[in-house]
């Protein structure tokens, strides 16, 4: 393909993941991002902006021919800007405005969204499908509800062609947020221990940078006549759905002397539901998570050693 896709939010863990898997496919890609990557100048044109800045995104899309955008620009995390949720929405939701507004002004034949798993809130054990309401209460979930609705009033009032990922918790290299993954991992390198209060036989829904990037390429890639969801809304996380204490094992595996410790109970800082049911990204986008949580688990740990012997990661 050679339309030009511009992905918002570059500089990020699975926006630079994007754009760099569709510049070795060979395809056009545009960057657009606050600064330059921490790992210094990618393979393609970096346009530096601000998504909440809606001129400087419309020139980006128009001076670059754009036809395909994949906003993962914003605020990435509920552990981001914790105790700002006015800049939380003015960023996710003013930016997604901006996003779409360009999309419609400017005719674009796809907007892949990423949404988040953490829109749903707390809800009821039980397999979770996307026809399960969004009750967010916290302002990262919230956010991304209200993005979601601003995506569906673009689809249904402008005919903007648009699909949402609600994703689940990525992990893999280059991941530098807070992460209980990654806090096993870098703490059993360091030689010193992980101890929560909380952990046992709370489950999360991981995922593994590969997959989500693979997902985000395949939505933007489905042909329109595919999409059968009314609400254009996916569900993204790996196939296990497993216990931090089995997380635990899996590192204590790979790395013996992990000393990790956990207390009984859920995280009080997340959100408790059941699995997510990636059913239909599999029949409408064809597809399906491919790393485990073990394989995922020692890819990131490869990277960390690699990232511990050169600059600071």
């Given amino acids: 393909m050679t339309d030009t896709v511009l992905v918002t939010g570059c500089g990020g863990l699975i926006g630079r993941a994007v754009a760099a898997r569709l510049s070795t496919q060979g395809r056009r890609v545009v960057?657009?991002?606050?600064?330059?990557?921490?790992?210094?100048?990618?393979?393609?044109?970096?346009?530096?902006?601000?998504?909440?800045?809606?001129?400087r995104l419309c020139w980006a899309v128009n001076e670059h021919e754009v036809l395909r955008i994949v906003h993962c620009g914003g605020i990435s995390g509920p552990m981001v800007l914790p105790d700002d949720?006015?800049?939380?929405?003015?960023?996710?939701?003013?930016g997604t405005v901006n996003v779409f507004?360009?999309?419609?002004?400017?005719?674009?034949?796809?907007?892949?969204?990423?949404?988040?798993?953490v829109a749903y809130g707390d809800v009821p054990p039980g397999?979770?499908?996307?026809?399960?309401?969004?009750?967010?209460?916290?302002?990262?979930?919230?956010s991304k509800a209200a993005c979601e609705a601003v995506m569906r009033s673009y689809r249904a009032d402008w005919?903007?062609?648009?699909?949402a990922l609600r994703v689940g918790a990525v992990y893999g290299p280059r991941r530098t947020t807070a992460?209980?993954?990654?806090?096993f991992l870098a703490d059993a390198l360091a030689g010193r221990p992980t101890v929560y209060a909380h952990g046992l036989g709370h489950c999360r829904p991981w995922l593994y940078i590969d997959d989500a990037v693979a997902a985000v390429i395949a939505a933007l890639d489905a042909p329109a006549d595919a999409i059968h969801r009314p609400d254009a809304a996916y569900n993204i996380a790996g196939a296990e759905w497993l216990p931090l204490d089995a997380v635990a094992g899996i590192v204590r595996?790979?790395?013996?002397?992990?000393?990790?410790?956990l207390g009984d109970g859920p995280d009080p800082a997340d959100q408790t539901r059941g699995p997510l049911d990636i059913g239909a990204a599999g029949r409408d986008l064809g597809w399906r998570p491919e790393v485990g949580l073990r394989e995922g688990i020692a890819r990131y740990l490869d990277w960390l050693r690699d990232a511990g012997r050169g600059p600071a990661c």
């Fill in 85 to 94: 949720p006015a800049d939380v929405f003015d960023i996710n939701i003013g």
């Fill in 31 to 55: 960057g657009y991002d606050l600064a330059p990557p921490r790992e210094g100048g990618p393979d393609w044109p970096l346009v530096t902006g601000d998504i909440r800045d809606a001129e």
């Fill in 179 to 183: 992460s209980q993954i990654r806090d």
């Fill in 159 to 163: 005919g903007v062609d648009a699909l």
């Fill in 101 to 117: 507004e360009a999309a419609r002004r400017f005719g674009l034949e796809r907007v892949v969204f990423l949404s988040s798993n």
């Fill in 127 to 142: 397999v979770i499908d996307e026809a399960t309401p969004l009750r967010a209460t916290e302002a990262y979930g919230a």
């Fill in 253 to 261: 595996g790979l790395l013996p002397a992990a000393d990790i410790r």
